[in-house]
């Protein structure tokens, strides 16, 4: 209510709510504080930030090992499986030039003396040895068997006879060993532990 002459108004409210104001929002900065969140104070900690940096860097750590790790591995299988392949493609391709060359060694073998300055015999035997170096150069050797003593993880035997006994008398068939493993073992004949005299007064 205004009096005469006065030309100040004052507006009045009907809604009681609106004439009472926030004190935090009606004393802005300057206004009562209020507590302090335990949460925020915890997260602002540095050295509580600090410690959660170092687990996730142990973290990230601990999983950079364990990939590098299956890394390693994996790439130690692939190589052996590489080096495995090719070790059973030169078996297979060994496994198939010996018959040629059993044939050739025979054939060298049993030239006969008369024949040995002919150029023909000459070449065959030069054939034979370019033959052989190759082999040598894919990793095979013969297996030693002639008067050796009998090994079965290296000779076959096929008969025996009288003689030594567990002694390799005669071998028929050569053997050959592939980067160090048997690839072919050696056919031979064993002595059964008689002499040829016992041999025969026993019969």
């Not at 364990?66 to 890394?71: E, G, I, K, L, S």
Request: hydrophobic share 35%.
């Amino acid at each position: 209510m205004s009096e005469p002459g006065d030309d100040r108004t004052v507006e009045t409210t009907s809604n009681p709510d609106e004439r009472t104001a926030d004190p935090g929002a009606l004393a802005g900065d300057g206004g009562a504080e209020r507590p302090a969140d335990p949460a925020a104070g915890a997260a602002g900690d540095p050295v509580s930030q600090l410690e959660a940096e170092r687990e996730k860097a142990e973290s990230y750590y601990r999983n950079w090992q364990r990939t590098a790790a299956d890394f390693a591995n994996y790439k130690r299988r692939v190589e052996q499986e590489r080096s495995e392949s090719h070790r059973l493609a030169n078996a297979a391709l060994v496994i198939n030039l010996l018959p040629v060359f059993d044939d050739l060694d025979r054939a060298v073998a049993s030239v006969d003396s008369h024949l040995a300055g002919l150029n023909w015999v000459q070449g065959i035997i030069n054939i034979h040895q370019k033959f052989w170096r190759l082999l040598e150069s894919m990793g095979v050797s013969e297996i030693p068997a002639e008067g050796a003593q009998f090994d079965p993880a290296c000779h076959e035997a096929i008969a025996r006879q009288a003689g030594p006994e567990g002694r390799v008398l005669h071998v028929v068939q050569k053997g050959y060993n592939l980067g160090g493993k048997v690839l072919r073992p050696a056919m031979v004949i064993v002595g059964d532990g008689t002499t040829p005299e016992a041999g025969q007064s026993g019969t």
